[in-house]
């Protein structure tokens, strides 16, 4: 339905085209109006493509001096792109955060919300306008990253690939300022920390996924060179098409791109919901979706390594899992201890079963989907070890021993995690209280116990490395285990590990109970309290009816005023 017209668009085959051709999103419209208003967007557009062709110009010139032309177009092709790559990762948030941010600074938010548009709406509208925005700084820069290609040395492929994935990287830029500027109620604020983590979050990826995963794609495919950090257009066009090249080049990079934005959307609009709405459905679909992609990807690896390398490879997929399920369990403190009455309202008007009432607000119903949800993948990942490792004819007593010790502490620990995490937000009314407590207790749990043995001399003790049992408590503690198993006398350090590993299940179990019991006595004072202002006001308006029918009443008996008479004469 039309925000402005109210006329509703007709069903069948295209209709979401013709919708959006017909009735595109209102608040990209208004952005876009405004936009075009502004005088400096065309100039500083302008200044920017003179500076990278001056740049790229300057480059060239200096290279071909000494080099081939085809290795003057691959610099230029690197150069070019990394600095795009800069520009859309820099400019990309710092556009998006001025988004939602400036509308709460200049007050004129409340005007958003009063037409009546669903904040899925207004995330989309945003993040369409923000999107144009940096979209225009690439296409400008489009005829210099061509100029690469008229050196040789680089495909035409490998420059449309390159441009696709800088789009791509703006579109993540955006979401991710877009996230960011939905929960500030500052611009400058916004403005700060978006820059602040956009700086450290592309440095690291052009670092580790660019040069760093570099060396790895070279060693898979040789006809891409080590060292360049823009290797992926490369790979696509020289890397032979066979099950590793969709795998890594075709599968791998749609689920990272996909699942970032997708949960970037999903915060974006859960920032933007009101307290009393649901603003927890969107969030724990992503969850359901992602965890189970997230342990296939980490269980992959186990089949492409070498025989030696399984079980090497299955404890860092089962490590990369934690820190993704941990990730979770830090997300889901912000939910509500239970759903509002206008959240049950709209589940009774629409028929939600079961399940859809599961993914609503609740924190005992996060708490057991989060359970479910991280066993079934610590035993895909674990079990994809174990049974690569039979497949390969190898002896699987020890390895898989340290797999299966590796699985238990991480699955205990989550628990414990997760049921403390919940024993925490029930305790407290402050989301942010609730995990700086929980991110404080892992510290200590992480660290704590290396330090009392460092102390108390454990390290340098005569009774050797039986003695580091003191530590079992740590979750880094399970590679002591790793490395006892299948040595003689150092039994006692895989015992200690799955003993820590059942204690931590048991005060997981411990809090989640805790917590059902604090939920379920703050739910019911809460209801006792809507009761009786429900109660208050429905004497008052007996009461105001009762007043309005004695008042008529006594209108009705009282004796009609007698005409008074007219004057003489």
């Known amino acids: 339905m039309s925000a402005q017209t109210g006329t509703q668009a007709p069903a069948g085959n295209g209709s979401r085209l013709r919708r959006l051709l017909d009735d595109p999103n209102p608040i990209w419209i208004r952005e876009l109006r405004q936009s075009a208003r502004l005088v400096r967007t065309p ?10 062709t001056l740049a790229i110009a300057s480059i060239g010139g200096l290279v071909s001096i000494s080099e081939s032309p085809a290795t003057t177009g691959y610099v230029l092709f690197q150069v070019f792109f990394s600095l795009a790559y800069f520009v859309v990762t820099f400019v990309g948030p710092a556009v998006a955060a001025n988004a939602i941010a400036s509308e709460r600074e200049g007050r004129t938010w409340e005007a958003v919300i009063l037409t009546g548009l669903r904040p899925a709406v207004i995330a989309r509208g945003k993040f369409l306008a923000a999107y144009t925005s940096i979209s225009m700084y690439v296409v400008m820069l489009a005829p210099v990253g061509a100029l690469p290609f008229l050196f040789g040395g680089v495909t035409a492929t490998e420059t449309i690939v390159a441009f696709g994935f800088l789009f791509l990287i703006a579109g993540l830029a955006v979401a991710f300022g877009l996230a960011v500027s939905s929960k500030m109620n500052s611009l400058r604020a916004a403005l700060v920390v978006t820059l602040i983590c956009a700086v450290i979050v592309s440095l690291n990826v052009y670092g580790w996924f660019g040069v760093g995963l570099s060396v790895t794609a070279h060693h898979a495919w040789p006809g891409v060179p080590e060292g360049p950090p823009v290797w992926l257009p490369t790979a696509y066009a020289r890397a032979p098409f066979d099950l590793t090249y969709v795998l890594c080049l075709i599968l791998l990079p749609i689920v990272a791109t996909a699942l970032p934005a997708w949960f970037l959307y999903e915060v974006t609009v859960a920032n933007l919901t009101s307290i009393t709405d649901d603003r927890s459905t969107g969030l724990k679909r992503w969850f359901l979706v992602s965890a189970p992609l997230f342990a296939i990807c980490a269980a992959a690896p186990v089949a492409a390594v070498d025989a030696s390398d399984i079980d090497e490879a299955a404890v860092a997929g089962l490590c990369a899992l934690l820190v993704f399920l941990m990730g ?14 206008r959240v049950r309202l709209h589940w009774d008007r629409k028929g939600v079963g079961r399940i859809g009432r599961l993914l609503g607000p609740g924190i005992l119903g996060t708490s057991m989907m989060q359970l479910g949800v991280a066993a079934g993948a610590f035993t895909l990942t674990a079990g994809a070890g174990i049974v690569v490792q039979a497949l390969t004819k ?7 021993l340290g797999i299966l010790l590796v699985a238990l502490y991480a699955a205990s620990f989550y628990l414990f995690s997760v049921g403390f995490g919940a024993f925490l937000r029930a305790r407290s009314s402050a989301t942010l209280l609730a995990r700086v407590l929980l991110l404080a207790v892992h510290f200590l749990v992480a660290v704590g116990p290396w330090v009392v043995a460092a102390i108390a001399g454990i390290f340098a003790s005569p009774s050797g490395r039986s003695a580091l049992i003191v530590a079992a408590p740590s979750p880094l503690y399970v590679f002591v285990a790793i490395d006892a198993v299948g040595s003689s006398g150092e039994e006692m350090l895989v015992a200690a590990s799955v003993l820590a590993s059942v204690a931590w299940s048991l005060l997981g179990v411990l809090f989640l109970a805790l917590a059902r019991s604090r939920v379920a006595r703050v739910i019911t ?3 006792a309290a809507l009761g009786e202002s429900d109660r208050i006001l429905a004497e008052e308006d007996a009461a105001a009816v009762r007043a309005m029918e ?16 007219a004057p003489a004469g």
């Open 43 to 52: 100039i500083i557009l302008c200044v920017l493509s003179i500076l990278a």
């Open 328 to 341: 979770s369990v830090y997300l889901f403190l912000g939910d509500s201890l239970g759903p509002s009455r």
């Open 394 to 400: 190898r002896s699987t007593g020890g390895t898989a």
């Open 525 to 527: 004072a809460h209801e």
């Open 550 to 565: 004695e008042a008529a009443a006594a209108a009705a008996v009282a004796p009609p005023a007698e005409p008074e008479p």
